[in-house]
């Protein structure tokens, strides 16, 4: 299979070389040219199998310059060791026709984790694959998952380096902590004083520079990338859809051949792309609920066909969705327009220029087929938390929240009652404060000790705290360096010592 670029501009390329590079040259994103579908009988046989054969089974459909030794090597290593423990992406049942799809229980305790743990394995056969002897160096700015997701796996991989670059004041306190303890001599983490999209346009600046990039190059360094414009970790996301059907039929939840909803919390509109793949591969999918919190750009966008990124920017309780450029949405047009580069290439502009684009009516009536949009504000979002753990006694975390109650918007104007897998992308301990705040107000404290407060609600919801984030509480710190957002780019040459 070959992968060619949304804006059309570039030579087709094979799928270790759109991992090592995660950028096509025309500034498109990687897609691949045509999907493979799977039958009914295979996508159920996934039922017995462990998630990392169903994983390899996936992805040997994507990366066909690897070999199925090759993937089963990486999924083995990922999903069957002491980071998932076998618990990649359990199916709770939580009533009769909801299923929440818990895609945290990976190191980092969110659902980047899925596929940032497998991107440093795929990378380093791409580099064997491609015979580039450079050492790949992974830039990261951070509103707080992505970077501690990056830093755990790419920690201690040859011929890789990570420099993370967080907001000072941007990120929560456990978020902070998990990156500022970051293991491993291939790692930096740097505090930069000003906000995410100034950490995010120093990283784009850069990138951009010509001359540190030529620099780079000669020094024996190359840049990649870990965010979802990256191919690599787009494809790790479409196995637990079918996971989840797999798991669903297992129970008895549905009958094989069913066709069910997805209801996916929505931010870069990365993992909802993964979802439509595999409606593309035939996977029985009636609708993806797209559900945005405030910044609900997408939601209006799926409703109206306008995408304007001209407007407020809100700080939400579910942070990881505070986006206002989706930038897999790109891969999406390109899908639905029928391959059509010259007019994604055109959007793209007039977003970039304008801040605005319009996909009209006609495209419009296709993606509503697929997707429905709606968003959730901050009060349905703790009131949701609130309700969901009174009735049903299990524990969303905000960003879980906007997508469940988004699913119950959808039946409300839909009347469709069909099964719907709610994904659930964050543990509830690790946005305790909002969830403290939902189910016990009277207790919570903005000032709390964080760990006295992970006592707390796990003592309300008899739930154990995870692991790796009680442990955070006695981990030295080991990153220090606080820097201006003017010095990004030196401190970059400091850190590779060029
Ligand atoms: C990143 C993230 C999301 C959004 O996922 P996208 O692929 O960007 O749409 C949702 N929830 C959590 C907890 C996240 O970390």
């Known amino acids: 299979m070959l992968y060619t670029s949304t804006r059309g501009k570039t030579e087709k390329v094979c799928s270790a070389h759109a991992i090592t590079r995660g950028l096509a040259d025309d500034g498109g994103l990687f897609v691949p040219q045509k999907l493979t579908t799977l039958t009914l009988s295979?996508?159920?046989?996934?039922?017995?199998?462990?998630?990392?054969?169903?994983?390899?089974?996936?992805?040997?459909?994507?990366?066909?310059?690897?070999?199925?030794?090759?993937?089963?090597?990486?999924?083995?290593?990922?999903?069957?060791?002491?980071?998932?423990?076998?618990?990649?992406?359990?199916?709770?049942?939580?009533?009769?026709?909801?299923?929440?799809?818990?895609?945290?229980?990976?190191?980092?305790?969110?659902?980047?984790?899925?596929?940032?743990?497998?991107?440093?394995?795929l990378l380093l056969k791409a580099l064997e694959k491609t015979g580039e002897q450079h050492n790949i160096v992974i830039l990261v700015a951070t509103s707080g998952d992505t970077g501690k997701a990056a830093l755990e796996g790419f920690a201690g991989v040859k011929g890789t380096r990570v420099i993370v670059f967080y907001p000072d004041e941007g990120v929560s306190e456990i978020q902070?902590?998990?990156?500022?303890?970051q293991v491993g001599d291939n790692v930096?983490?740097?505090?930069?004083?000003?906000?995410?999209?100034?950490?995010?346009?120093?990283?784009k600046e850069i990138l951009a520079d010509r001359?540190?990039?030529?620099?780079?190059?000669?020094?024996?360094?190359?840049?990649?990338?870990?965010?979802?414009?990256?191919?690599?970790?787009?494809?790790?996301?479409?196995?637990?859809?079918?996971?989840?059907?797999?798991?669903?039929?297992?129970?008895?939840?549905?009958?094989?051949?069913?066709?069910?909803?997805?209801?996916?919390?929505?931010?870069?509109?990365?993992?909802?792309?993964?979802?439509?793949?595999?409606?593309?591969?035939?996977?029985?999918?009636?609708k993806l609920i797209c559900a945005s919190n405030t910044n609900n750009v997408l939601s209006v966008f799926l409703n109206t066909g306008k995408y304007d990124r001209r407007r407020d920017f809100y700080?939400?309780?579910?942070?990881?969705?505070?986006?206002?450029?989706?930038?897999?949405l790109e891969r999406l047009l390109y899908q639905i327009t029928d391959e059509d580069a010259a007019k994604v290439a055109a959007w793209m502009k007039e977003l970039r220029d304008e801040g605005f684009y319009d996909v009209g009516s006609k495209l419009l009536g296709k993606i509503q087929k697929a997707f429905f949009g709606t968003w959730?504000?901050?009060?349905?979002?703790?009131?949701?938390?609130?309700?969901?753990?009174?009735?049903?006694?299990?524990?969303?975390?905000?960003?879980?929240?906007?997508?469940?109650?988004?699913?119950?918007?959808?039946?409300?104007?839909?009347?469709?009652?069909?099964?719907?897998?709610?994904?659930?992308?964050?543990?509830?301990?690790?946005?305790?404060?909002?969830?403290?705040?939902?189910?016990?107000?009277?207790?919570?404290?903005?000032?709390?000790?964080?760990f006295e407060a992970l006592e707390l609600l796990a003592g309300l919801s008899s739930t154990t705290i995870p692991q790796q984030l009680r442990?955070?509480?006695?981990?030295?710190?080991?990153?220090?360096?606080?820097?201006?957002?003017?010095?990004?780019?030196?401190?970059?040459?400091?850190?590779?010592k060029i």
């Not at 390899?56 to 999903?79: G, N, P």
């Not at 637990?240 to 996916?264: L, M, Q, T």
């Not at 030295?476 to 201006?484: A, M, S, T, Y």
């Open 188 to 203: 930096s983490v740097i505090a930069v004083k000003g906000n995410f999209d100034d950490a995010q346009s120093g990283v």
């Open 315 to 328: 700080k939400t309780i579910s942070p990881s969705m505070d986006i206002l450029i989706s930038s897999n």
């Open 376 to 450: 959730v504000d901050e009060f349905e979002t703790k009131e949701t938390i609130c309700k969901v753990f009174r009735d049903k006694n299990y524990l969303l975390d905000p960003h879980t929240a906007v997508a469940w109650r988004a699913c119950e918007k959808y039946r409300l104007v839909s009347s469709d009652e069909r099964y719907c897998v709610v994904l659930s992308t964050a543990s509830p301990f690790k946005f305790y404060g909002s969830v403290l705040e939902a189910i016990k107000p009277e207790l919570y404290r903005q000032e709390m000790d964080p």
């Open 42 to 121: 295979e996508i159920i046989a996934m039922s017995d199998m462990p998630y990392a054969e169903r994983a390899a089974k996936i992805l040997s459909l994507f990366l066909t310059d690897y070999t199925m030794d090759e993937l089963q090597q990486c999924t083995h290593a990922v999903y069957c060791g002491d980071k998932f423990q076998d618990n990649t992406a359990p199916l709770k049942q939580v009533n009769d026709k909801t299923g929440v799809l818990e895609l945290w229980h990976g190191p980092t305790s969110a659902f980047k984790d899925v596929a940032l743990q497998l991107l440093p394995h």
């Open 211 to 286: 001359e540190l990039v030529e620099k780079l190059e000669e020094k024996g360094f190359s840049f990649s990338s870990a965010n979802s414009i990256n191919w690599g970790r787009l494809i790790p996301q479409v196995v637990y859809y079918f996971s989840a059907y797999a798991d669903a039929v297992k129970a008895g939840c549905i009958n094989p051949g069913d066709e069910i909803n997805f209801s996916v919390p929505t931010g870069n509109f990365g993992d909802i792309l993964a979802g439509y793949y595999a409606k593309c591969m035939g996977l029985p999918v009636h």
């Open 176 to 181: 902070k902590r998990q990156m500022i303890t």
């Open 471 to 496: 442990e955070l509480k006695e981990a030295p710190v080991r990153h220090k360096l606080k820097i201006e957002k003017q010095a990004m780019k030196d401190s970059v040459a400091k850190t590779l």
